[in-house]
Nanobody
């Protein structure tokens, strides 16, 4: 099993900044993509930012130029730097990691699995 612990959420005024952090621990052989989703009540969870194992990044249009996703492979961590925050950024933010577990063999290879953090609230009042 893999556990993800998020931190860094909170209340920030419009135009302010927050930095979310997420650390993965447990049965990890290697980590592929990492990233962040967010969800507001009554809506589907939406992708915010992704970063591949090689460092390629992708952002939803709403956050381009304001948010930056990064990772520290040595620490199994992913970060989301959020600048110029707006009220519409208010949501619960969830990190994810795509993990290949240790073990397995050619007859029973390990399966890449996505794990999620518990979520952290980000509130930007209007």
């Amino acid at each position: 099993q893999v556990q993800l612990v998020e931190s860094g959420g909170g209340l920030v005024q419009p135009g302010g900044s927050l930095r979310l952090s997420c650390v993965a621990s447990g049965s990890i052989f290697s980590i592929y993509a990492m990233g962040w989703y967010r969800q507001v009540p009554g809506k589907l969870r939406e992708s915010v930012a992704d970063i591949s194992s090689s460092g390629n990044t992708k952002y939803t249009d709403a956050v381009k130029g304001r948010f930056t996703v990064s990772r520290d492979n040595a620490k199994n961590m992913v970060y989301l730097q959020m600048n110029s925050l707006k009220p519409e950024d208010t949501a619960v933010y969830y990190c994810y990691v795509d993990v290949l577990p240790p073990g397995g063999n050619s007859d029973n290879p390990p399966v890449r699995t996505r794990y999620w953090g518990q979520g952290t609230q980000v509130t930007v009042p209007s």
